[in-house]
DNA sequence: AAGATTGTTGCTTA
DNA sequence: TTAAGCAACAATCT
C-alpha cells in the first residue's frame, strides 16, 4: 500500500474527475449518488495511507477510501504507459478487465482503474470526522518514528494472545498482515504460537527491531506482490523473492537448512522454521 | 474435489 | 467491559 501510495501520489493529484464510472455498484460503500456526486468535477489532493487503508484527499475534506483487501488492484493509465499497485494483476495493458469494478476517468484522458478479482475491497466517500474516527480505530504506524522499542513494549504487555495475532491486529499496529508477521517472527526467531505478553526483555527488542527490518526491506522491494510493466518479453513481474519464510514450507530454511514448517494460526496459514524459532 | 488463498468485520464465547 | 476466537464475505487456483 505505501508503495501503491507513492506512485499514484505521482501521477493523479490535481486532476480534475470528469467522471467514475462505476461497472459494481457492490463495490461502493457510499450512498451511491452522494458518491458520484462528491467525485465529479473535484480532484485530489493528496493520498493517505493508514494501515492497509488508502485514503485519497479531496477538495471540501472529503476523502475517498480505497481498500484493496486480497485481491485490489489500482491501475493509472495515461497515454503513454500503464502503472499498477495491487494483487497479481495480470497485463496492466489489458484495462479494463472483466475484474474492473470502477473506472476514474480524468480530464487529460488519463485514467485509474479499480480492479478486484474476489469482490472483498471497496471504495467509500468520508468526510473529515468520520476520517478521523477511523483513524482512531487503528494502532500505530509501524514506519513512524512514534513507534519505539517502548511504545511497542506497551502494546504488547499482559496480550495472551499469540504474538503473530498480535502483530495482525489492526488495532494495535497497524499494516501487518499475514505475509510480513511470519516474516518478522522468523527474522526474530520467535515461535508465532508464543503468548505475547510473555516474551522476554530481549524477544521483545528482537521482534521490535525484526518490525522495522521487514517493513523497511519490503518498502524497498516495492512491496510483495507489487509488479509493475509486463517486461519486454510480456512476463510477469515476481517480486516475492525477498521472502526469506512464507510460502516456503517444506523448503530448506535460510538460516539452518532445516525443513520449513506449515501450521494454522487463528485460520490463517503460518511458515515457520522449528529449529529456528522458539 | 476439498482445501488453500495477501484482510476485515461482526458475532459468540470466556 | 474487554479480550479472544471464529465464521463469513467471494472467486479463484491447485
Same mark, same amino acid.
Given at each position: 500500500?505505501?508503495t501503491?501510495?507513492?506512485?499514484?501520489k505521482?501521477v493523479?493529484?490535481?486532476?480534475?474527475?470528469i467522471?467514475?464510472?462505476?461497472k459494481?455498484?457492490?463495490?461502493?460503500?457510499?450512498v451511491?449518488a452522494?458518491?458520484?456526486k462528491?467525485l465529479?468535477g473535484?480532484e485530489?489532493?493528496d493520498?493517505?495511507?493508514? $494501515? @492497509?487503508?488508502l485514503?485519497? &484527499?479531496?477538495?471540501?475534506?472529503?476523502y475517498? %477510501? =480505497?481498500h484493496?483487501?486480497?485481491?485490489g488492484?489500482l491501475?493509472f493509465?495515461?497515454?503513454k504507459?500503464?502503472i499498477?499497485?495491487?494483487h497479481?494483476f495480470?497485463?496492466?495493458?489489458?484495462?479494463?478487465?472483466?475484474f474492473?469494478?470502477?473506472v476514474?476517468?480524468?480530464?487529460?484522458?488519463?485514467e485509474?482503474?479499480?480492479?478486484d478479482?474476489?469482490?472483498?475491497?471497496?471504495?467509500?466517500i468520508v468526510?473529515?470526522d468520520?476520517f478521523?474516527k477511523?483513524k482512531?480505530?487503528?494502532g500505530?504506524?509501524?514506519i513512524?518514528?512514534?513507534?519505539d522499542?517502548k511504545?511497542f513494549?506497551?502494546?504488547?504487555q $499482559? @496480550?495472551k494472545k499469540?504474538? &503473530?495475532?498480535?502483530?495482525?491486529?489492526?488495532? %494495535? =499496529?497497524a499494516?501487518?498482515?499475514?505475509?510480513?508477521?511470519d516474516?518478522?517472527l522468523?527474522?526474530?526467531g520467535?515461535?508465532?504460537?508464543?503468548?505475547?505478553g510473555?516474551?522476554?526483555?530481549?524477544?521483545q527488542?528482537e521482534i521490535?527491531?525484526?518490525?522495522?527490518i521487514i517493513?523497511?526491506?519490503a518498502?524497498?522491494?516495492?512491496g510483495t506482490t507489487?509488479s509493475?510493466?509486463l517486461d519486454a518479453k510480456?512476463e510477469?513481474?515476481n517480486?516475492?523473492?525477498f521472502?526469506?519464510?512464507y510460502?516456503?514450507?517444506?523448503?530448506?530454511?535460510?538460516?539452518?537448512?532445516?525443513?520449513?514448517k506449515k501450521?494454522?494460526i487463528?485460520?490463517r496459514?503460518?511458515s515457520?522454521?522449528?529449529?529456528c524459532?522458539?
Amino acid at each position: 500500500m505505501e508503495t501503491i501510495k507513492n506512485d499514484l501520489k505521482k501521477v493523479i493529484l490535481d486532476k480534475k474527475i470528469i467522471l467514475v464510472d462505476v461497472k459494481d455498484k457492490k463495490a461502493v460503500k457510499s450512498v451511491f449518488a452522494d458518491f458520484l456526486k462528491v467525485l465529479s468535477g473535484n480532484e485530489f489532493e493528496d493520498i493517505l495511507r493508514v $494501515g @492497509k487503508l488508502l485514503a485519497f &484527499k479531496l477538495k471540501r475534506n472529503e476523502y475517498l %477510501l =480505497i481498500h484493496l483487501k486480497m485481491t485490489g488492484q489500482l491501475i493509472f493509465c495515461d497515454k503513454k504507459k500503464c502503472i499498477a499497485g495491487g494483487h497479481n494483476f495480470p497485463a496492466a495493458e489489458n484495462n479494463p478487465t472483466k475484474f474492473t469494478r470502477a473506472v476514474f476517468k480524468f480530464a487529460n484522458k488519463s485514467e485509474l482503474y479499480f480492479n478486484d478479482m474476489r469482490r472483498f475491497g471497496y471504495l467509500k466517500i468520508v468526510d473529515d470526522d468520520n476520517f478521523k474516527k477511523i483513524k482512531k480505530a487503528y494502532g500505530v504506524e509501524p514506519i513512524s518514528k512514534e513507534f519505539d522499542l517502548k511504545n511497542f513494549k506497551k502494546t504488547i504487555q $499482559g @496480550k495472551k494472545k499469540n504474538i &503473530k495475532a498480535v502483530l495482525m491486529d489492526q488495532s %494495535l =499496529i497497524a499494516g501487518i498482515g499475514n505475509i510480513y508477521a511470519d516474516e518478522v517472527l522468523f527474522e526474530a526467531g520467535i515461535m508465532p504460537t508464543r503468548p505475547a505478553g510473555r516474551l522476554s526483555e530481549k524477544e521483545q527488542k528482537e521482534i521490535f527491531k525484526a518490525i522495522k527490518i521487514i517493513l523497511k526491506r519490503a518498502i524497498k522491494h516495492r512491496g510483495t506482490t507489487f509488479s509493475d510493466y509486463l517486461d519486454a518479453k510480456g512476463e510477469k513481474g515476481n517480486f516475492t523473492r525477498f521472502l526469506r519464510v512464507y510460502g516456503r514450507a517444506g523448503k530448506k530454511c535460510y538460516k539452518c537448512r532445516g525443513i520449513v514448517k506449515k501450521i494454522k494460526i487463528g485460520g490463517r496459514g503460518t511458515s515457520f522454521c522449528p529449529k529456528c524459532q522458539k
